[in-house]
């Protein structure tokens, strides 16, 4: 079982999974759009590994932001995980949320400003 998953966000996510399917052999295992019609979490595989593809929200920053990419990393108490994260000096960035998909997550950023999510959602 995996463990670790990378997440892109992209303006257009629905161009963009057509384009990593057809470039680079990515095979679709879930695409959900959200209410406006964008994807809202997309799940793409090449053999053993994962992604996990999103849409991006606003305009697209002149730098791309740390926030542009991100590693995805299940845990099995994401609680636990985010008060030691918390009491470590991490930076949140998204709170503890129950997300419609079933996970629980939050996302902080490393001493370099990289951004991480943690969750309990495994594929």
Known sequence: MR???PVFRYTDAKSAIDWLVDAFGFERTSVSE??????AHAELTHGTGMVMVSQRQGPVPAVPDA???RVYLAVDDVDA???RAVAAGAE???P???QPYGSREY???DLE???WSFGTYRP
């Open 81 to 83: 995980h985010h008060a």
């Open 113 to 115: 400003g990289n951004c």
């Open 107 to 109: 996302g902080a950023r």
């Open 92 to 94: 949140v960035i998204m």
């Open 96 to 98: 503890l949320t129950d």
């Open 34 to 39: 959200g209410p406006d019609g964008t994807v």
């Open 3 to 5: 463990s670790i998953y």
């Open 67 to 69: 926030d542009d990419w």
